[in-house]
């Protein structure tokens, strides 16, 4: 049985980031341990809603914010915080050499059903030690993450991550509460027939978009000439895993719905770390057409069309998408 621990001591990383892993990991056990208690715990419901004894609630998405802001705080590698749930990025240990960037609770609107929701997590260099990070010090590429993951809490609580050029995958035993080694070196099909949108939208679409999830629908009868299925855990964490197990193509995609907005997902603590895991896995990831890997953030709050997956299908988008624009 291989544990995180002896993964990352033998995987020649630097200390520093294996040390910053550590800590993101261990406050995801916690926040699976409050996940496990659900309503018992007090923590369902709004922040700002008083629980039957009268005390303030914090709903969970704030609570796993502030225990993932306050471990790394307390992290002498890392030099900054940027969440979902912070307008700014917070400066953590000036001579720390990396940034780390966390989606807290990703999927949040699925804690009060019991159903999966997760955390991901970017982690960044640190080019200006010394010195107090600042928002700018974030905005860097997605081909510059040093590591990324996600911890979902399902079923059983798992851990995908990516260093080194490699992905793995581990699985948190209830019983020591440490991370086992489930897989290695982890690979999807470039083909699938399984996808996963939210297709409540799709008058917001695009018309290749439109045209694309048409095709599949028409399954058999139609021009790919067999059937396809949906899958939707309406939590990112949730169908990206999925992906990594099984293949299969995820995609939010740009839509109309909300005026000025690319699209639902952001680019640095969600669609980043994804992508990294997903090309790293041998899958695709575009924000239709162009790498997301690619994309020189302007914001760290950065909205971006997402198209994830099998890399024959997400090749097929791109292809209709560069199509169209040529008409
Ligand atoms: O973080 C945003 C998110 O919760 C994703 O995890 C998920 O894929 C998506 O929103 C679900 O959106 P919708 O509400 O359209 O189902
Ligand atoms: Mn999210």
Redesign the pocket.
Known sequence: MTTLAHYLNTNANSPALNDVITTVTGVGKTISQLLRKGALADILGEAGNQNVQGEEQKKLDVLANDLLLDALAKNTHCAGVASEELDDATPANADGSLLVLF?PL????NIDINMAVGTIFSILPYQRQGQLSENSDFLQAGNQQLAAGYLLYGTSTVLALTIANNVVMFSLDPDTNDYILIEDNVQIDADTSEYAI?AS?YRYWRAPMQQYIDELIAGEAGVRGRDFNTR?V????G?VHRILCRGGLFT?PFDTKYANKAG???LMY?ANPMSLLIERAGGGATDAVNRILDIEPTDIHQRVPVVLGSKNEVAYIKDLHVKHAGQ
């Open positions: 989606d990703d999927g949040s609107s939210n939208n939707w309406a939590a990112m964490v169908d939010y639902k997902l952001r969600e």
